[in-house]
């Protein structure tokens, strides 16, 4: 598959992301007060925030990560699909969602559903983006990097069939 060649513009620059993200992370650490954390990174687009996110939280920490599926294109389908999930348990244990962004709410609900059944002392969210116009959750954000309107963005982890995660800026797509 040949990369498609599209035009953009930037939004946010690597370091007003980094800012904001340092912020997070304090956030975070004094929320959990020295409690160990399981972050849970929701693949693929996820991995870089996450990545960044934890380095900034100080505090005793695990990684894992579940993904699912539910864009084709620049369209959600409306349809979660579970494509990787949880290799530990996550019974008692504080758990902070990581996603990347949250556009309708769909995925999000679907994926805070499934984790409450396995138990955790507590379940938050963390999401680099979100798109409060477009939201039909029923579920509340902890941890917002950015709002955001409903264009189309990628970069920063965020993909066009699965071209352009590694920019390291966030740019909304123009055509």
Same mark, same amino acid.
């Given at each position: ?41 929701? /693949? ?14 100080? $505090? ?21 699909? /579970? ?30 559903? /499934? ?25 509340? $954000? ?27 800026? /966030? ?5």
């Amino acid at each position: 598959m040949v990369q498609k060649q599209i035009n953009f513009k930037p939004l946010f620059d690597a370091s007003k992301i980094q800012q904001r993200i340092t912020e997070l992370g304090a956030q975070i650490a004094r929320d959990y007060n020295g409690e160990p954390l399981v972050c849970i990174g929701v /693949l693929k687009g996820a991995v870089i925030f996450m990545a960044d996110l934890v380095r900034a939280i100080n $505090l005793p920490l695990s990684m894992e990560f579940i993904g699912v599926s539910s864009y084709v294109g620049t369209a959600s389908t409306g349809h979660v699909r /579970l494509t990787h999930d949880l290799t530990r348990d996550i019974t008692g244990k504080h758990v902070l969602l990581i996603e990347d962004v949250i556009d309708s709410g769909v995925t999000i609900d679907y994926l805070l559903g /499934l984790l409450k059944l396995r138990n955790p002392k507590s379940l938050k969210v963390a999401t680099f983006l979100s798109k409060p116009e477009a939201h039909q959750m029923h579920h509340h $954000l902890d941890y917002v990097g950015f709002e955001i309107s409903r264009e189309f963005v990628i970069g920063y982890g965020l993909d066009l069939d699965q071209y352009y995660r590694n920019l390291p800026y /966030l740019a909304q797509v123009t055509d």
